[in-house]
């Protein structure tokens, strides 16, 4: 099934990465991001790797914030980092498709037609 794209400023999404030696998939990531996700902001939450996490982060002009605590911790940094209102989450070794702002945006409209 395929969802319509809306790309104007409402749907701007902030991505939320968490990270640790997460090079070997990370860019990938980060280019289906750019291209299919309609990224305001993408936070990477870095414990600290020691390959070319950060450097790869850095290549595609991510709001890096290095710290070494949970998982759950991670998330709410990059929560509090958000600056829009629209927030996922992406694992590093995730590639989105290009359906997945459409999708996000059904989920999203679903979500608040139901209140």
Not at 16 to 45: F, H, M, Q, R, W
Request: net charge negative; proline share 2%; glycine share 6%.
């Amino acid at each position: 099934m395929k969802f319509g794209i809306s790309r104007d400023a409402k749907t701007k999404i902030n991505y939320i990465i968490p990270t640790y030696n997460s090079a070997s998939l990370l860019d990938e990531c980060l280019i289906a991001i750019e291209k299919y996700g309609n990224p305001n902001n993408i936070i990477v939450i870095d414990n600290f790797s020691t390959d070319k996490t950060i450097e790869i982060a850095k290549s595609h002009a991510c709001k890096i914030i290095q710290t070494n605590t949970t998982l759950g911790e991670c998330r709410l940094i990059g929560i509090e980092n958000a600056e829009t209102g629209w927030v996922t989450f992406v694992d590093s070794d995730v590639i989105l498709n290009e359906n997945w702002a459409g999708i996000f945006t059904y989920i999203h409209m679903k979500t608040v037609s139901a209140r």
